[in-house]
């Protein structure tokens, strides 16, 4: 499978513990993005990594949230000191100039915070 | 007022029918037209990406874009019951070479009836 993947599938976890999700872009994909999306709403921009940079932020992103991409291929998500109000399917997606700049998602990992 | 506007829906309709999706947007920057597919606890498969102002067919499917009213469009042709899903307009301004931050809306869903 070439897509986007990402890891776990499902998490469940208390509030205040912390998380860490995975994604892992399609080979050769130089741009890779952070989508968080609840239910009823349309995908919402998180953050977005050229290589191995963090080139943007979205003000969604608090600063309980982190994202790493090292060595430009995979990257992390990681939530600390969770709360009840981050339990929402994070998606990742990836991208790259020879493919159009059309945007990959993976099939997310939904977070729920109990 | 919110930047991408889509009637969440649900729209039933009985197999072979067309179906007709919109979306409406405010910010005049937007350049980059797409629609994406969402199952159930899936990531958005993208569909269709059109630049700019006009038509796009492939297969079933057609986009419209109407720069001037600020209006897009997704016809389904002879619609199957596998064509039930969440469908996601997502748009872009063109910014530092890459069109990445994906503005979406609220998805329709749709459900075709054998």
């Known amino acids: 499978d070439t897509g986007v993947s990402q890891n776990p599938r499902h998490k469940i976890t208390k509030r205040g513990q912390n998380v860490t999700f995975r994604c892992d872009p399609i080979?050769?994909?130089?741009?890779l993005y952070w989508y968080r999306q609840t239910l009823g709403q349309g995908p919402e921009f998180l953050t977005y990594f050229q290589n191995e940079a963090q080139l943007e932020k979205s003000r969604l992103l608090s600063d309980r949230f982190s994202a790493e991409r090292p060595k430009g291929s995979f990257s992390t998500l990681e939530i600390q000191r969770t709360e009840q109000g981050d339990s929402a399917m994070y998606l990742c997606?990836?991208?790259?100039?020879?493919?159009?700049?059309?945007?990959?998602f993976g099939s997310g990992t939904q977070l729920s915070v109990l | 007022q919110k930047e991408v506007e889509q009637d969440p829906g649900p729209l039933s309709v009985p197999e072979g029918a067309i179906v007709s999706l919109n979306c409406t947007y405010s910010n005049s920057a937007f350049q980059y037209f797409m629609w994406y597919r969402q199952y159930s606890r899936k990531g958005p498969e993208l569909l269709m990406y059109?630049?700019?102002?006009g038509n796009k067919e492939d297969g079933r499917f057609t986009a419209q874009v109407d720069k001037s009213s600020k209006y897009i469009s997704l016809f389904i042709r002879d619609s199957q019951p596998s064509d039930s899903a969440t469908y996601l307009c997502a748009m872009s301004a063109k910014s530092g070479g890459s069109n990445y931050k994906l503005t979406f809306g609220k998805g329709t869903l749709l459900t075709v009836n054998p």
């Open positions: 059109t630049y700019s102002s």
């Open positions: 080979s050769e994909h130089n741009r």
């Open positions: 997606a990836s991208s790259s100039r020879t493919a159009g700049e059309k945007l990959f």
